[in-house]
């Protein structure tokens, strides 16, 4: 498999290694800033351009879209536009409006078009599918995103948004909570409506970067989910006593099913944990499917993909569902604002 890759920056670098390490090639990588594509490339050994148009109209069976999220839009409705099978990462696009539309072009155009949520790629996440059903009929959930950030980061946010205030920098929810999100839709369904949401900023922040979120959700399936995601600087907290405080959490009425996610960071070194109680066996029963690398996992299975297998990677149609969902929860707090 041939892939081309656009965006030279630090989530690159995941790309890559996991193209290299399965055997894919690497042809050429397009970033805007010259130097940044110049060294990718050295250290990737394949070629590089600054002209994301050049890339475009050269034969691969993968483009990767790993800009910054206020670009996907336009870069991956290029890539489509150009023929080509697409790897967006997360969140597909920065609005529902323009989800809606990116979708129905990927539709139209029939292309394969995949949205970077790895997290949902993970062995034990798939096994989380099988403890999801077996929860009854679902009552309550939970949604926690919370990363530890050193109090300093805010102060360099903070000036870096005086100088660029148009800066299309995003806060922990779109980053992150994203991620949650869609692992929330994937496993328990669709969501009925936002009930209620509040974002706190820290000085300076306002309105890019969000420090924490809260919202109460309504599924379909009748179930209450809490969201809580935010930036602390906490760094000894969660199940793995890192910092690294993300779960999801589904409750029903024959059972609990609970997913510990890993820092997206250090997927080699770290695994997601699944749980289910359940309470007709009055057992608890974990499964831990070892230190998969997500990003390679993602890649193996677009390759399964692009040869006709059905696997669990995230659709633009899904991805568009998030960021509605995104969207709806800032129209929410900013209700709640008033
Ligand atoms: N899957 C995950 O867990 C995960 C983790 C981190 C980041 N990400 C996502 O990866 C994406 C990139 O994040 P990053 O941290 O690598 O950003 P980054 O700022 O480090 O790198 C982005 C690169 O894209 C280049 N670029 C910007 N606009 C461009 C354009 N229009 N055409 C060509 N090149 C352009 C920049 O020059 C830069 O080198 C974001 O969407 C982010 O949400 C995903």
């Not at 299309?168 to 980053?175: A, C, E, K, P, R």
């Amino acid at each position: 498999m041939k892939v081309n890759l656009i965006g030279a920056g630090n989530i690159a670098d995941y790309h890559a290694r996991s193209i290299k390490s399965l055997g894919y090639e690497l042809g050429v990588v397009a970033d805007g800033n010259e130097q940044a594509a110049r060294r990718f490339a050295e250290k990737y050994d394949c070629r590089w351009t600054a002209d994301t148009t050049l890339l475009l109209s050269e034969q691969a069976d993968l483009v990767t879209v790993a800009v910054p999220n206020a670009y996907h839009f336009e870069v991956a409705k290029a890539a489509v536009n150009a023929g080509h099978a697409v790897l967006c990462e997360k969140p597909m696009t920065r609005s529902a409006e323009n989800s809606r539309e990116l979708a129905e072009l990927v539709r139209k155009s029939g292309n394969p078009f995949f949205v970077g949520y790895m997290k949902r790629v993970h062995p034990t996440a798939r096994k989380f599918k099988e403890y999801a059903r077996r929860i009854g009929t679902m009552r309550s959930g939970l949604v926690r995103v919370f990363h530890p950030m050193p109090e300093a980061s805010w102060t360099i946010i903070a000036d870096q948004l005086a100088k660029s205030p148009k800066s299309t920098m995003d806060g922990v929810f779109v980053n992150s909570g994203s991620h949650m999100l869609d692992l929330l839709l994937h496993f328990a369904g669709p969501v009925r409506r936002v009930l209620a949401a509040r974002m706190q900023y820290r000085d300076g922040c306002y309105p890019n970067v969000d420090a924490m979120t809260h919202a109460l959700i309504e599924m379909e399936n009748g179930a209450t989910v809490t969201v809580e995601c935010g930036w602390l600087p906490l760094s000894g907290v969660g199940r793995r006593e890192n910092g690294w405080d993300e779960l999801l959490e589904l409750r029903g009425d024959a059972g609990l099913a609970t997913l510990h996610t890993t820092w997206w960071e250090r997927p080699q070194f770290e695994s997601p944990v699944a749980e289910i109680w359940d309470e007709a066996l009055r057992t608890r029963e974990s499964f831990n499917a070892g230190m998969i690398d997500n990003f390679e996992e993602e890649y193996r299975l677009i390759r399964a993909a692009l040869s006709g297998e059905d696997v669990p990677l995230a659709t633009a149609e899904e991805a568009c569902a998030v960021d509605t969902l995104i969207d709806d929860i800032f129209a929410a707090a900013r209700r709640s604002e008033i």
